[in-house]
Nanobody
Framework: VQLQALGGGLVQAGGSLRLSCAAS????????MAWFRQAPGKEREFVAA???????YYADSVKGRFTISRDNAKNTMYLQMNSLKPEDTAVYYC??????????????????WGQGTQVTVSS
């Protein structure tokens, strides 16, 4: 499957962005879809995951500010990001796979990745 992340951009602190991830194949084939991000000089880190269509999981750093969702009918996943902070600045990647629950926050558990979209939050 090919994944394309869209919707990044430059926003002021406190603002909002909505990322989307369009898949070339049926997203219903993948138990889990997730967002990771990578800031300059840092490791790629887990942001949020959605298991099946209803079970959501978030990194502590984004909990309460970001919302992940997916629309299998459109083969698309979303990440609504509110109350953005400068530390949210990173390239955001979408991914899909069938990791076991205990591994879904690990980058190595996923085999398919999009090309990433840059999110820059100015202070």
């Amino acid at each position: 499957v090919q994944l394309q992340a869209l919707g990044g951009g430059l926003v002021q602190a406190g603002g909002s962005l909505r990322l989307s991830c369009a898949a070339s194949a049926r997203t219903s084939n993948y138990r889990t879809m997730a967002w990771f991000r990578q800031a300059p000089g840092k490791e790629r880190e887990f942001v949020a995951a959605i298991r099946y269509s209803t079970n959501t999981y978030y990194a502590d750093s984004v909990k309460g500010r970001f919302t992940i969702s997916r629309d299998n009918a459109k083969n698309t996943m979303y990440l609504q990001m509110n109350s953005l902070k400068p530390e949210d600045t990173a390239v955001y990647y979408c991914t899909a796979g069938n990791p076991i629950l205990s591994q879904q926050t690990e980058r190595s558990a996923y085999g398919y990745w999009g090309q990433g979209t840059q999110v820059t939050v100015s202070s």
